[in-house]
């Protein structure tokens, strides 16, 4: 199969990787980053969470891989802000480099130290973590650096805000200034540009800058939902929306299969569209999709190109687009002369920073809307039944009446032959339980923008009144405080690399004399006390309750 990755001129181990994965093609970061990470040129990324970035530093950096004498020694090391991103980069690094045999370790807080030391010692080719831990590890003389020859850093803005600056300093030190090294940022503050230039030689910056287009009078809508509820988040919203064609984009050839196939499952026509179709097998999917056998389209970005399609009354991006012009291409299909649209779309909490990217791009707002609930499901299912009804109560056949009253005469009450009829009738809606759906809360991010403020101007910010909280969050009590020396980033550096969960999930931090005030996010707060009876501050144990 001939996919654009080809051009990169990989390690054919690689490609496999990237085919079995079922990408079809470079996202804009990919395109741009890895050919110049593949000539040896330092890159300065401007780029988040669901760009593709990963695969952008790490397909060069697997590609890299020595396979000689420096085998067994750390070759390649990314650094993450949090436990979360560094198992999730560990993760997609092994599988892109499963078929060249590599061995890939993350490290962080919140883990035993014991099985972190054996795997080093036993030989590790890449190593993916958290500041802290790698700097213990460092301190522990088992994490040995000399021969880096690749280094990311990943999400520098969170580990800037999160206070990591200094460590990520000490961690670069212990790395050959040969080495070659990546920078990826969502957003490129001061101390990161100065970051840049002294750890870094002449690095290639890069930025996506989509061409402007405009978009259609379309109904655009979004729902934050986790990355694993959203097929039941589509299957809620089908059952709602008046839809008569729908064309819904995932970013890999697999996931279309598999979302089609989860779909039809679920008693909703629908067929995948992807690249590996041949010519026929693509017509005869077009053909059922233009007689209405199939109203559900389910195709990759790549697939959807040179589409004949005349108009979709829904455009669902399953997916987030990995860039706003791709957004405005995908939506484009959708409200078509004069027609009334509607774009729906998925984003994970992560996300939601590239939907302000995609709403800046198109200069218009997306909705944010909530899915529909079991009950609202139910209901508009009987109403979907009573309409029906009344369309085959004007058209009794003489045979229906007759089977009717042979079952009264048997017995039973007309009320009951009707109620047996109508749960025969609905059989079929058995198929599509309406499964649970975890609560996104609203906007997190604007937690983050405080959050961030306050520990960059810590001295300026005006003294809150005592009991004053941020909405969803509760507040937890530490026995110590500034007198014991201690400073917001030690608190956000052991919460975060203890417990894995994100900066922005930590507000308030109110230090006084001898004790702390910190706020969490009340989903994560059990999470916290449990995994944080242990901490240490300075030789002290710390004890952390939840206040009031
Ligand atoms: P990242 O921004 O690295 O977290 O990637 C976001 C998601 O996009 C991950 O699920 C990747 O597996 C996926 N992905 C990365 N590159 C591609 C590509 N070229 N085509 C399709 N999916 C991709």
Same mark, same amino acid.
């Given at each position: 199969?001939?996919? #654009?990755?080809?051009?990169?001129?990989?390690?054919?181990?690689? %490609?496999?990787? $990237?085919?079995?994965?079922?990408?079809? *093609?470079?996202?804009?970061?990919?395109?741009?980053?890895?050919?110049?990470?593949?000539?040896?040129?330092?890159?300065?990324?401007?780029?988040?969470?669901?760009?593709?970035?990963?695969? =952008?530093?790490?397909?060069?950096?697997?590609?890299?891989?020595?396979?000689?004498?420096?085998?067994?020694?750390?070759?390649?090391?990314?650094?993450?802000?949090?436990?979360?991103?560094?198992?999730?980069?560990?993760?997609?690094?092994?599988?892109?480099?499963?078929?060249?045999?590599?061995?890939?370790?993350?490290?962080?807080?919140?883990?035993?130290?014991? /099985?972190?030391?054996?795997?080093?010692?036993?030989?590790?080719?890449? $190593?993916?973590?958290?500041?802290?831990?790698?700097?213990?590890?460092?301190?522990?003389?088992?994490?040995?650096?000399?021969?880096? &020859?690749?280094?990311?850093?990943?999400?520098?803005?969170?580990?800037?805000?999160?206070?990591?600056?200094?460590?990520?300093?000490?961690?670069?030190? #212990?790395?050959?200034?040969?080495?070659?090294?990546?920078?990826?940022?969502?957003?490129?503050?001061?101390?990161?540009?100065?970051? =840049?230039?002294?750890? %870094?030689?002449?690095?290639?910056?890069?930025?996506?800058?989509?061409? &402007?287009?405009?978009?259609?009078?379309?109904?655009?809508?979004?729902?934050?939902?986790?990355?694993?509820?959203?097929?039941?988040?589509?299957?809620?919203?089908?059952e709602? #929306?008046?839809?008569?064609?729908?064309?819904?984009?995932?970013?890999?050839?697999?996931? =279309?299969?598999?979302?089609?196939?989860?779909?039809?499952?679920r008693g909703f026509p629908?067929?995948?569209?992807?690249?590996?179709? *041949?010519?026929?097998? &693509?017509?005869?999917?077009?053909?059922?999709?233009?007689?209405?056998?199939?109203?559900?389209?389910?195709?990759?970005?790549?697939?959807?190109?040179?589409?004949?399609?005349?108009?979709? *009354?829904?455009?669902?991006?399953?997916?987030?687009?990995?860039?706003?012009?791709?957004?405005?291409?995908?939506?484009?299909?959708?409200?078509?002369?004069?027609?009334?649209?509607?774009?729906?779309?998925?984003?994970?909490?992560?996300?939601?920073?590239?939907?302000?990217?995609?709403?800046?791009?198109?200069?218009?707002?997306?909705?944010?809307?909530?899915?529909?609930?079991p009950a609202?499901i139910l209901a508009r299912r009987d109403a979907q039944f009573l309409l029906k009804m009344g369309g085959h109560l004007e058209n009794i056949s003489a045979n229906e009446h007759a089977l009717v009253a042979q079952m009264v005469a048997a017995g039973y009450t007309m009320e009951d032959v009707a109620a047996a009829a109508i749960r025969q009738a609905r059989a079929q809606e058995q198929q599509r339980p309406i499964?649970?759906?975890?609560?996104?809360?609203?906007?997190?991010?604007? /937690?983050?923008?405080?959050? #961030?403020?306050?520990?960059?101007?810590?001295?300026?910010?005006?003294?809150?009144?005592?009991?004053?909280?941020?909405?969803? %969050? $509760?507040?937890?009590?530490?026995?110590?405080?500034?007198?014991?020396?201690?400073?917001? &980033?030690?608190? $956000?550096?052991?919460?975060?690399?203890?417990?894995?969960?994100?900066?922005?999930?930590?507000?308030?931090?109110?230090?006084?004399?001898?004790?702390?005030?910190?706020?969490?996010?009340?989903?994560?707060?059990?999470?916290?006390?449990?995994?944080?009876?242990?901490?240490?501050?300075?030789?002290?144990?710390?004890?952390?309750?939840?206040?009031?």
């Open positions: 199969m001939t996919t #654009e990755f080809q051009a990169f001129d990989l390690h054919p181990a690689l %490609m496999q990787a $990237v085919d079995e994965l079922g990408y079809e *093609s470079p996202t804009p970061i990919q395109e741009r980053a890895i050919p110049a990470l593949m000539s040896g040129r330092d890159v300065l990324g401007q780029a988040q969470t669901g760009t593709g970035k990963t695969a =952008a530093f790490a397909l060069p950096m697997l590609h890299g891989l020595q396979t000689d004498e420096a085998r067994g020694r750390v070759q390649g090391l990314v650094v993450a802000p949090t436990r979360e991103l560094a198992i999730q980069v560990a993760k997609a690094v092994y599988e892109y480099g499963q078929h060249r045999g590599v061995r890939v370790l993350a490290v962080y807080g919140g883990q035993s130290y014991s /099985h972190q030391i054996s795997r080093l010692q036993r030989g590790v080719d890449i $190593v993916i973590g958290t500041p802290g831990r790698m700097l213990d590890l460092i301190r522990k003389d088992v994490l040995d650096l000399s021969a880096v &020859r690749y280094l990311v850093l990943d999400e520098a803005d969170e580990m800037l805000s999160m206070g990591f600056i200094e460590d990520i300093e000490a961690i670069l030190s #212990e790395t050959p200034s040969t080495r070659q090294t990546a920078l990826f940022s969502a957003t490129l503050p001061e101390p990161i540009r100065r970051l =840049a230039d002294r750890y %870094m030689s002449t690095p290639e910056a890069i930025t996506i800058n989509p061409k &402007r287009l405009t978009v259609a009078e379309t109904e655009q809508r979004y729902y934050v939902v986790n990355e694993e509820d959203k097929l039941a988040a589509l299957t809620r919203l089908f709602t #929306e008046d839809m008569t064609s729908a064309l819904i984009f995932t970013r890999t050839k697999v996931r =279309a299969s598999e979302l089609s196939d989860a779909l039809l499952a629908a067929e995948a569209l992807h690249g590996d179709l *041949s010519q026929p097998a &693509r017509e005869a999917v077009m053909n059922r999709f233009r007689r209405g056998q199939v109203t559900m389209l389910v195709a990759t970005d790549v697939a959807a190109r040179g589409l004949d399609i005349e108009d979709v *009354s829904h455009v669902v991006n399953y997916d987030m687009p990995f860039d706003p012009e791709i957004y405005v291409h995908r939506i484009g299909r959708t409200g078509r002369a004069g027609r009334k649209g509607v774009a729906l779309m998925l984003a994970t909490p992560r996300e939601r920073r590239r939907l302000q990217e995609i709403e800046a791009f198109t200069m218009q707002p997306i909705a944010r809307a909530k899915l529909p609930t609202e499964e649970e759906i975890r609560e996104v809360p609203a906007r997190p991010q604007q /937690h983050r923008a405080k959050f #961030e403020e306050r520990t960059e101007c810590a001295p300026k910010r005006a003294p809150r009144r005592k009991g004053e909280r941020e909405p969803g %969050m $509760v507040r937890l009590w530490l026995n110590v405080g500034a007198a014991h020396g201690i400073r917001p &980033r030690d608190i $956000v550096g052991a919460i975060a690399g203890e417990t894995g969960i994100p900066g922005r999930a930590i507000g308030a931090i109110e230090i006084q004399p001898q004790q702390t005030f910190v706020d969490v996010a009340e989903r994560h707060a059990g999470q916290v006390l449990h995994k944080m009876k242990h901490w240490k501050v300075r030789g002290r144990v710390v004890v952390l309750k939840a206040s009031e």
